[in-house]
């Protein structure tokens, strides 16, 4: 079973941070928490992931609680081309199990 | 990031045939490939992991025998469905971690009509 609850739908305006959040309550001291996102009818991008520090790279930021049982992405600055469906995902032993995912909506 | 392919993109094909995806590496060896199922409107579910020069292992509830898992290089996984039925229509789609990472960079998709 996936271990991570999100918010099914999300809107955001064009230009402003988006930020989604996680809740994965159960996660294990060792289990990386991954994001993907998936554009409709194509194949899940990876975005980014992290185990326990914060992390950042070109396309989104990554804050992970300390107690490890939520974390947000942000998106600093959503276009329209990110209009998705956002998973927030926890490795279990090398396997993605995916739960519904955010629907985000990015509108000018 | 790395690259995985998928051939064909779309499939259109009779019931009672059999088809078969690939799932290719393009820039990077994987040991290990996973494939899921996607109905529309819903998530990816996994249904197994390939593994190079060994069985697949399989999700419970999914037909090992419905769904034949081949890998057999470090750059090739295929998945045949046989004897397809209309309730086989899906989206198919695999992924592939680079080696030494637990990171998996995903196909682009197969979507599969069964008349």
């Known amino acids: 079973d996936a271990k991570t609850t999100q918010p099914t739908s999300m809107d955001c305006a064009e230009g402003r941070a988006a930020n989604l959040p996680c809740n994965h309550s159960?996660?294990?001291?060792?289990?990386?928490v991954y994001w993907y996102r998936q554009i409709h009818s194509q194949g899940p991008q990876y975005i980014i992931h992290g185990l326990k520090n914060n992390e950042t790279n070109e396309m989104a930021s990554l804050i992970i609680t300390e107690d490890r049982k939520s974390s947000t992405l942000i998106l600093p600055h959503a276009t329209l081309r990110d209009t998705a469906v956002y998973y927030c995902i926890v490795n279990q032993g090398g396997k993605l199990i995916f739960g519904q995912g955010t629907e985000l909506s990015v509108k000018p | 990031g790395a690259v995985v392919s998928q051939h064909p993109s779309r499939v259109i094909c009779k019931s009672g045939t059999s088809v078969k995806i690939e799932c290719r590496s393009l820039d990077f060896q994987a040991t290990t490939m996973f494939w899921y199922r996607q109905f529309p409107k819903q998530s990816l579910m996994l249904m197994a992991t390939?593994?190079?020069?060994?069985?697949?292992?399989?999700e419970q509830g999914v037909e090992k025998d419905k769904f034949l898992i081949n890998h057999a290089s470090l750059t090739l996984s295929t998945l045949t469905v046989t004897s397809a039925h209309p309730e086989d229509s899906s989206f198919y789609i695999c992924?592939?971690?680079?080696?030494?990472?637990?990171?998996?960079?995903f196909g682009p998709g197969t979507r599969l009509t069964v008349l």
């Open positions: 390939s593994n190079e020069g060994s069985k697949a292992t399989y």
């Open positions: 992924s592939a971690p680079v080696q030494g990472t637990d990171t998996q960079y």
């Open positions: 159960t996660i294990s001291g060792n289990e990386y």
